[in-house]
């Protein structure tokens, strides 16, 4: 069941609808290429029937209350994805939608400790080619250390090498096409 922070809206944000993989009867649509119903600063243009995968999808900045606004995607370059798994840990995965310059932010750092000592396993997040899959690692072992000792330069200095190793990754293609018939404008 998912918990949105009340009074929080994506105002101008189409962040997922650019950077998500969409796959269903009505809708498909590559990872990184924005939904051809999706209009700037008007959002979604086939709202009251857009596919399921839309309607319930919500990224952590809607949901997750210690977050400011500063951290709204659009503004923050992060999309955070929670995924909490039947029996499993909660996931984070932070998506860097445009270069590194949010890792040299403390909130960043001080935001992924935070989950870290929640018990999530968290993930950094590179964006790949139009179409492809983002490539990500798992931060945990490699913070430890610097979330125990309190150091969020550390954790920086982290987060930093991950994001260098993920430049090298093989991006996996994610074999979707444009196709839409939804309606709406176009
Ligand atoms: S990424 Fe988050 S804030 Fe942006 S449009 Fe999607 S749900 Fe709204
Ligand atoms: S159908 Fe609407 S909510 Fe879904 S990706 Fe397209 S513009 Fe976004």
Same mark, same amino acid.
């Not at 809708?27 to 979604?44: D, F, S």
């Not at 209350?65 to 923050?76: E, M, N, T, Y």
């Not at 998506?95 to 400790?113: I, M, N, T, Y």
């Not at 430049?167 to 979707?176: A, I, R, T």
């Given at each position: 069941?998912?918990?949105?922070?009340?009074?929080?809206?994506?105002?101008?944000?189409?962040?997922?609808?650019?950077?998500?993989?969409?796959?269903?009867?009505?809708?498909?649509?590559?990872?990184?290429?924005?939904?051809?119903?999706?209009?700037?600063?008007?959002?979604?243009?086939?709202?009251?029937?857009?596919?399921?995968?839309?309607?319930?999808?919500?990224?952590?900045?809607?949901?997750?209350?210690?977050?400011?606004?500063?951290?709204?995607?659009?503004?923050?370059?992060?999309?955070?994805?929670?995924?909490?798994?039947?029996?499993?840990?909660?996931?984070?995965?932070? &998506? *860097?939608?445009?270069?590194?310059?949010?890792?040299? =932010?403390?909130?960043?750092?001080? #935001? +992924?400790?935070?989950?870290?000592? !929640?018990?999530?396993?968290?993930?950094?997040?590179?964006?790949?080619?139009?179409?492809?899959?983002?490539?990500?690692? &798992? *931060?945990?072992?490699?913070?430890?250390?610097?979330? =125990?000792?309190?150091?969020?330069? #550390? +954790?920086?200095?982290?987060?930093? !090498?991950?994001?260098?190793?993920?430049?090298?990754?093989?991006?996996?293609?994610?074999?979707?096409?444009?196709?839409?018939? *939804?309606?709406?404008?176009?």
């Amino acid at each position: 069941m998912i918990s949105l922070v009340p009074d929080r809206n994506c105002g101008k944000c189409t962040a997922c609808c650019r950077f998500l993989p969409i796959r269903q009867e009505r809708l498909e649509k590559p990872t990184n290429q924005i939904c051809p119903h999706c209009r700037g600063g008007a959002g979604c243009t086939v709202y009251p029937v857009r596919p399921p995968a839309c309607v319930g999808w919500y990224c952590g900045w809607r949901m997750l209350a210690g977050l400011d606004k500063s951290w709204r995607p659009d503004r923050s370059g992060v999309m955070i994805k929670v995924d909490l798994p039947e029996g499993g840990r909660p996931q984070i995965k932070m &998506l *860097l939608l445009a270069g590194p310059a949010p890792l040299s =932010r403390k909130e960043f750092a001080s #935001a +992924v400790a935070c989950y870290f000592n !929640a018990g999530a396993d968290v993930y950094l997040q590179v964006p790949g080619p139009l179409g492809h899959y983002p490539a990500q690692a &798992l *931060l945990n072992s490699h913070i430890e250390a610097a979330v =125990r000792e309190r150091v969020l330069e #550390a +954790v920086q200095f982290q987060m930093k !090498a991950a994001y260098n190793a993920l430049l090298k990754h093989q991006f996996e293609p994610d074999g979707l096409v444009m196709r839409a018939s *939804l309606g709406g404008q176009m």
